[in-house]
């Protein structure tokens, strides 16, 4: 259908949408920069998903039961912040959008999750936001199950492009959605042929919508600018009892002399270009102008959720108190009072049985007291439940056929899991964990990097987090992966020596609440070096005097985690030769550089030659070697400066030198 019968036939909706399409020209023409086409296309898509079925209220944009709409093509950011502008969402002002892509602006190239209201996730890495909504609709089912539908029943929307599809992530998460059967979930699929090279023939062949459909989703397809059809296919989707997939077939920057070419995908700037696609439009009001008519029409979208609002309140204000109180904790992420006392008591039952455990296995024991405490906790595996020792008895299993089950068996897809994880903690009412092994933080990377750029409290827990699990070898042994997380802003990692240690780090992850969790565990077990019990949480502090030197202090040890142990041996030598030693153990780096001077000071002083021992590279110690009043003549590292090899664990430390020996000759040579 072209523009002229499309004008004719639907003249109202034409012009709501062109709002979208003018408005999207105007800000990439004034900040010279952005991606005009994918806006241009689907804004006919956003215009009757807006009007007809999304449920939403600009007035409250955190109301709990919204439907949640993710532009997983974030580069198309144009179309969202247009969507909110008419609407009526108070920060995105005309003043936002004249600024787009500018410092100290809202409207950011790709959309920001906590910049701007109604931008329910930070998407722009393609692929991303169609794997995120996975979690949300994860969490509405979950959470359905646990209040009933009068609390939460609503949908998650998802506009995906041919990149985000093109992503190997796609495929984890669709995969996923399909088995769990995620009927809540609707992707709208912009199949505009189009891609930055070209036509997505030169580089792709596949039958998306035979592939969802293996997938386990149903398949609908549409006329991306025939507003009936739209509804049309949007109506069916909703009825789908799985995830409905709907095949939009747009034209990429239409109406605009670069249509259906690759430049539509960029930033169309050229004036007289711009000027004819507007009077192809039968657009005529000035730049950043929206006719009142045109403008109204879309606030009283924005109004008209507020009535949905209404009811939904008046539903929960008739739920009993307690159970009122309890939704609303959890979606306030406030962890329950006994959470505490849980941590106390596995604390206290560490020091009195002195365990000789995996953090792995310790991990499972706080767990299975966590669990059944912090009922929000949903946990899974990428396919190693039994080696992350991920689930607790009173769990569950999250399945279609149980929908108030709290662990997910992800299969094979890391990444998968960590996006989904994501979308989970986003979505609120949910504490998402899941575990991998620690070397496969590589498949994960990009989603664990927008847990942190986005500040959602997910926990990651990262198992055989070095050689000392063995025979699996260097494919399977990290040795850079700790400094990869510990190089990233806003992530908490920690590498904790006992069962006390791993009580007091999960009692920081999960009251963490803008802030992922990286837990580093072993597979070997590990003697318990915390021997009294201390009502504070050490591992707050990310390091701490574990054993004092008894005489003149000459040597401080710092390490973590498995290397703990290495560092109390050494010392134990280095004192039988009269050589004052302390030993420091540091959990989490992060935590400890946010301490202040004096603590620093304290835990670290000046004079001491230091030594640090860790099964992983050297990245990141030097600033507790040589910084921190440290020197670099009187300091040294036991570690890793290669990968690691196949072998049993003990004849590993020996080969590459992580052994209280070696560390004791280390500091001699330092003194």
């Not at 059967?181 to 930055?196: E, H, K, P, Q, Y």
């Amino acid at each position: 259908m072209d523009i002229s019968t499309l004008r004719a036939r639907h003249p109202d909706h034409w012009m709501r949408a062109c709002a979208i399409r003018a408005l999207t020209l105007d800000a990439v023409a004034a900040a010279n920069s952005g991606h005009s086409g994918m806006p241009m296309g689907m804004a006919d898509v956003a215009t009757v998903l807006f009007a007809n079925h999304l449920k939403f209220d600009p007035k409250a944009p955190r109301w709990a039961d919204r439907d949640r709409f993710i532009l997983s093509a974030g580069h198309g950011s144009m179309l969202i912040y247009s969507l909110l502008y008419l609407t009526g969402y108070a920060d995105m002002t005309l003043d936002q959008i004249k600024g787009f892509r500018q410092w100290g602006k809202i409207t950011a190239g790709h959309p920001e999750y906590g910049h701007v209201a109604g931008v329910e996730t930070t998407t722009g890495p393609l692929g991303q936001g169609i794997a995120n909504s996975v979690g949300f609709a994860i969490a509405e089912e979950n959470l359905r199950a646990r209040f009933g539908a009068k609390v939460q029943d609503h949908h998650t929307y998802v506009i995906a492009g041919d990149g985000c599809l093109m992503e190997g992530i796609s495929h984890e998460a669709i995969a996923l959605a399909g088995k769990l059967a995620l009927s809540r979930l609707i992707v709208l699929w912009d199949d505009n042929g189009i891609t930055i090279d070209g036509k997505v023939s030169l580089s792709d062949v596949t039958d998306q919508k035979a592939r969802f459909a293996a997938a386990g989703w149903d398949v609908f397809a549409c006329d991306g600018h025939d507003p009936e059809d739209i509804d049309r296919a949007l109506v069916a989707a909703k009825a789908s009892p799985r995830p409905a997939m709907i095949a939009c077939k747009t034209h990429i920057a239409l109406g605009h002399a670069a249509q259906d070419t690759n430049k539509g995908h960029g930033a169309l700037t050229d004036p007289a270009q711009m000027a004819a696609a507007k009077a192809g439009y039968g657009w005529t009001a000035a730049p950043f102008e929206v006719p009142a008519a045109i403008k109204g029409w879309w606030e009283g979208l924005g109004a008209k959720g507020a009535a949905a609002r209404a009811k939904w309140e008046a539903q929960m204000a008739a739920l009993p108190a307690a159970r009122r109180a309890e939704f609303e904790r959890v979606f306030a992420g406030t962890a329950p009072a006994k959470l505490a006392a849980a941590i106390r008591t596995v604390k206290k039952q560490a020091v009195a049985d002195m365990p000789k455990l995996a953090t792995r296995t310790a991990s499972e024991k706080v767990l299975a007291a966590v669990n059944p405490v912090v009922v929000e906790t949903i946990g899974g595996s990428a396919d190693l439940t039994g080696s992350n020792n991920t689930k607790t008895a009173d769990l569950g299993v999250f399945s279609p056929d149980d929908r108030k089950g709290r662990y997910i068996y992800y299969g094979i897809r890391e990444h998968g899991m960590a996006a989904a994880m994501n979308g989970m903690a986003l979505h609120g009412g949910v504490r998402p964990y899941g575990g991998t092994f620690m070397c496969f933080t590589d498949y994960a990377r990009p989603a664990m990097r927008l847990s942190a750029l986005m500040g959602v409290p997910v926990v990651y827990v990262m198992t055989h987090d070095s050689i000392g699990l063995g025979e699996d070898g260097p494919t399977h042994q990290p040795v850079e992966h700790l400094a990869i997380s510990r190089a990233t802003p806003n992530t908490l990692v920690f590498r904790p020596a006992d069962l006390v240690e791993v009580a007091e780090a999960w009692e920081l992850a999960l009251t963490s609440e803008r802030t992922p969790s990286v837990l580093a565990l072993s597979r070997q077990n590990l003697p318990a070096v915390r021997k009294v019990h201390t009502a504070q949480n050490m591992v707050a502090k990310g390091a701490y005097v574990l054993a004092e030197a008894t005489g003149k202090r000459q040597v401080i040890l710092i390490s973590t985690g498995s290397e703990v142990e290495i560092a109390l041996k050494a010392r134990e030598a280095l004192e039988a030769d009269g050589i004052g030693t302390r030993v420091v153990s540091m959990p989490c780096m992060e935590l400890f550089a946010a301490q202040d001077e004096a603590w620093r000071k304290r835990v670290l002083p000046a004079g001491p030659v230091r030594v640090a021992i860790e099964a992983g590279v050297r990245q990141g110690w030097d600033r507790w070697l040589l910084g921190e009043r440290g020197r670099e003549a009187k300091a040294g590292f036991i570690g890793m400066s290669t990968f690691g090899a196949s072998a049993p664990i003990e004849r590993l430390y020996k080969e590459f030198g992580i052994t209280a020996e070696a560390t004791v000759a280390k500091a001699k040579a330092l003194l």
